[in-house]
């Protein structure tokens, strides 16, 4: 199975700041299609998760754009910049190129 | 407004078996791939299994493919996940999402706890 290996497991922020999520994969993430299939999620506390970004960088429709997703292959990166209260929560990413489907294990973005 | 609306959790004996629903509205869901998603109590996610638009297709997670059986009726805009022979780690809240690519509408959760 592709392991997502997501850094920092924590990070404390001032709200303001930039932060920055990583999301390596133990395999590349480039389908045979040409496309990438991998998602950042956001879990807010007692909510569901919502879609942040798709195919790597592609908003998904009303998420801020201070959410930016880069990288390619086996790296993979969500820059957050100006930290708002209502970016709190828990950061996921999500493969859906190779069976079966993986997410990562999360970051934790809170207050400093 | 897409709204999914999961059903069917609660405490099950271990061995026992339970059929999750998920209604949908707002959207033509006869249209949309659709997917079933666990977070566990300790927060990690785990993908189940997908459901192409028509039923004809579903693919699972191997480690769940022998024992959970997902299914969907588009007369009834609803989504099913069979769980058989439940065990202690299949205690978790589970997700009803639709896929685009990306999950953009996800319900609101079930829980289910296997307890004897």
């Known amino acids: 199975d592709v392991v997502l290996t997501q850094t920092p497991v924590s990070l404390s922020v001032t709200l303001g700041d930039q932060a920055s999520i990583s999301c390596r994969s133990s395999q590349s993430l480039e389908y045979s299609d040409g496309y990438t299939y991998l998602e950042w999620y956001l879990q807010k506390p007692g909510q569901s998760p919502q879609l942040l970004i798709y195919?790597?960088?592609n908003r998904f429709s009303g998420v801020p754009d201070r959410f930016i997703g880069s990288g390619s292959g086996t790296d993979f990166t969500l820059k957050i910049s100006r930290v708002e209260p209502e970016d709190l929560g828990v950061y996921y990413c999500?493969?859906?190129?190779?069976?079966?489907?993986?997410f990562g294990a999360g970051t934790k973005l809170e207050l400093k | 407004e897409v709204q999914l609306v999961e059903s069917g959790g609660g405490l099950v004996q271990p061995g026992a078996s339970l059929k999750l629903s998920c209604v949908a509205s707002?959207?033509?869901?006869?249209?949309?791939?659709m997917s079933w998603v666990r977070q566990t109590p300790g927060k990690t996610m785990e993908w189940i299994g997908d459901i192409k638009y028509d039923g004809s297709y579903t693919n699972y997670a191997p480690s769940l493919k022998n024992r959970f059986t997902i299914s969907r009726d588009n007369a009834k805009s609803t989504l099913y996940l069979q769980m058989s022979n439940v065990r202690s780690e299949d205690t978790a809240t589970y997700y009803c999402?639709?896929?685009?690519?990306?999950?953009?509408?996800w319900g609101q959760g079930v829980m289910v706890t296997v307890s004897s």
């Open positions: 999402t639709r896929r685009l690519p990306g999950s953009d509408y």
């Open positions: 999500f493969q859906a190129t190779h069976d079966p489907y993986t």
């Open positions: 195919g790597v960088s």
């Open positions: 707002g959207f033509t869901f006869s249209d949309y791939w």
